[in-house]
């Protein structure tokens, strides 16, 4: 079984952090604006459409780095230079991951002694 991990740098979007007033006292935020990231709006949520892109020779353990994936409409607008500039928003590496299996029984018995 494979396992894909992920990290990605929120501030690589159009956003600010900011402090804003919490409960409990000052709480550092990020704000993100939907149209100005391309963020899809879905029946049940807000979407960040992302691809993965292999990388030819992994580097620090990590095996793929991870672009915005922009609508069809909005990249066929973009000039070659403004392609090469979608920021990289972090990386992934998929880790293999070795299924448990249950030890063989110590003992064969008939009936459970409780």
Known sequence: MKRINLKIDLLKLKSVTQWSKGKT????CIVIPIDANNIYRGKSGLYLDMTAFELREPKDNQTHLIKQSLPKEVFD?????EKKAIPIL???NVVEVQETTRPAPLNEI???PY
């Open 90 to 92: 972090g990386n992934a």
């Open 25 to 28: 006292g000052p709480v550092e």
């Open 77 to 81: 607008t973009l000039t070659e230079e």
């Open 110 to 112: 008939d009936d459970l």
